[in-house]
T-cell receptor
C-alpha cells in the first residue's frame, strides 16, 4: 500500500551497529505499529503508538526503541543489532474508528544482521 | 486476547470454493473477527471483518455462528493468485488492545 512507506526496503548490517528503520504514512491515521516476522511465523508486535505522545511496548520490545516524530512518522531503532534480529519488519497504521481494527501495512524492510 | 487456532496449511484447486475455519473459544463480547491475507515478502492485507452472522464483500464471505467461538472464511472460486497465508485475528478496538497474528493458514491453490 503506497500510503504506508518504509525505508530502507533492504538492509544488511553487522552485529553491534545501530540501525533505524523509518515508516511514513499519508493516511492521516493516529495509530502506528511496528511488527517483525520471522520465516514461517506470524507477525509479532514490537511497539505501538496511539498518538504522538503515546508509546507502548508490544510483545517483543527488548532490544528495540521507537520514536514518533509526528503523526505521520514512526521510527524503529535497533541500538546494537544482533543476528537474531534478522527478520522482516513491517510498519502498520490504523484509524481510531470504532468497531474492530483494520490495519494497513507497509511493504516491509528486510533486515539482515551479520 | 482471545487465542485463535486455524489449520497450518490447505490445498485447493483453481475454481473451487475454499473454507478456512478459525477457532476462538475465548472470544470476548466486544471482540471482532478479522481476516488478513499475506503474499510472500509483502505486508498483510485486510480481507474482511465481522462481529456476528455473515459478512460478505467482493473478495470473501465470513460466517460466524451464534456462539462466536469459531468463524469460517470462504473464498469463492479461488485462482492461483489466491495462494497466500491467511490470518484469523480476534480483538477489539480499544486503547491498549492489539491483534495477535498467529502462524496463519498457508493456502496453496493448484492448477
Amino acid at each position: 500500500d503506497a500510503d504506508v512507506t518504509q525505508t530502507p526496503r533492504n538492509r544488511i548490517t553487522k552485529t553491534g551497529k545501530r540501525i533505524m528503520l523509518e515508516c511514513s504514512q499519508t493516511k492521516g491515521h493516529d495509530r502506528m505499529y511496528w511488527y517483525r516476522q520471522d520465516p514461517g511465523l506470524g507477525l509479532r508486535l514490537i511497539y505501538y503508538s496511539f498518538d504522538v505522545k503515546d508509546i507502548n511496548k508490544g510483545e517483543i520490545s527488548d532490544g528495540y526503541s521507537v520514536s514518533r516524530q509526528a503523526q505521520a512518522k514512526f521510527s524503529l531503532s535497533l541500538e546494537s543489532a544482533i543476528p537474531n534480529q534478522t527478520a522482516l519488519y513491517f510498519c502498520a497504521t490504523s484509524d481510531r474508528g470504532g468497531g474492530g481494527n483494520e490495519q494497513f501495512f507497509g511493504p516491509g524492510t528486510r533486515l539482515t544482521v551479520l | 486476547l482471545a487465542k485463535t487456532t486455524q489449520p497450518i496449511s490447505m490445498d485447493s484447486y483453481e475454481g473451487q470454493e475454499v473454507n478456512i475455519t478459525c477457532s476462538h473459544n475465548n472470544i470476548a463480547t466486544n471482540d471482532y473477527i478479522t481476516w488478513y491475507q499475506q503474499f510472500p515478502s509483502q505486508g498483510p492485507r485486510f480481507i474482511i471483518q465481522g462481529y456476528k452472522t455473515k459478512v460478505t464483500n467482493e473478495v470473501a464471505s465470513l460466517f460466524i455462528p451464534a456462539d462466536r467461538k469459531s468463524s469460517t472464511l470462504s473464498l469463492p472460486r479461488v485462482s492461483l493468485s489466491d495462494t497466500a497465508v491467511y490470518y484469523c485475528l480476534v480483538g477489539r478496538d480499544n486503547y491498549g488492545q492489539n491483534f495477535v497474528f498467529g502462524p496463519g493458514t498457508r493456502l496453496s491453490v493448484l492448477p
